[in-house]
């Protein structure tokens, strides 16, 4: 606990809402709706006319998750209001408990471009194994991370981080984000990359960036609009 209180030591939330010329409505809240704000969330009590606060005096990891304020009138759910409580990602420092890591996880979903752009005004790079030991590495540092960053949790049913890898520029040729170099080491799952196609005319691009599934570390061609948790590598002086 003493990392953790150190961080976070209350988290208060207010939702209100007011009707025009009627009653005020009923208000509120769910907590765990998941990292795509997609899961039905445990509704947590009491019910308030107008004003809702979530109120937590001393913070624990279970805490940390995302919540759904819903608003109700007469006739049923008026609105949703989707709030995230994180806590700093402290990438690649041994803030929360994970330990020494040369790849430090981000448990937040972004785009493959937003991943890399972030990992790089950090000083860092997403992260790109070149070889099977630095492919364990960045397995076992996800995991490590997953089972204890307080951000992590609500992440429990998305499986695939990024890669810093692409073949947008030519296709089946694979290429590092960082310098554009031709990949010389891969570890694709079986049947991959199968290159999709493009999913709707909003999104005309088809498969051409990779994720590593942190579960068996194997990797997979996928949309870089998809929104994914990645992991940067940490620069030298923090392994």
């Known amino acids: 606990k003493q990392w953790y209180q150190r961080r976070v030591r209350a988290i208060s939330i207010v939702c209100a809402a007011h009707g025009h010329g009627t009653q005020d409505p009923l208000v509120y809240w769910e907590k765990g709706i998941g990292a795509s704000h997609k899961e039905k969330g445990k509704r947590l009590g009491p019910t308030s006319i107008g004003k809702s606060v979530y109120y937590v005096e001393a ?26 409580v994180v806590v700093p990602e402290a ?14 996880a981000t448990w937040a979903f972004r785009n493959w471009t937003e991943a890399v752009e972030d990992c790089a005004s950090k000083g860092l790079e997403l992260a790109m194994p070149k070889n099977d030991a630095e492919n364990e590495e960045l397995r076992a540092d996800l995991e490590k991370s997953f089972l204890t960053h307080p951000n992590a949790a609500k992440f429990a049913h998305e499986n695939w981080c990024w890669l810093g890898a692409s073949d947008e520029e030519e296709e089946d040729v694979w290429r590092a984000s960082l310098d554009n170099s031709i990949l010389e080491y891969y570890n694709w799952d079986k049947k991959q990359p199968d290159n999709k196609p493009a999913v709707d005319e909003t999104f005309p691009e088809s498969q051409n960036v990779a994720g590593i599934h942190r579960g068996t570390g194997r990797w997979d061609d996928s949309y870089k609009h998809y929104q994914r948790p990645y992991a940067c590598l940490c620069a030298p002086q923090d392994k």
């Open 59 to 84: 913070a624990e990891k279970d805490d940390i998750d995302n919540y759904r304020c819903v608003i109700e009138d007469c006739c049923g759910v008026k609105e949703r209001i989707d709030v995230e």
């Open 91 to 104: 990438t690649c420092e041994d803030v929360y408990g994970v330990g020494h890591v040369v790849f430090g």
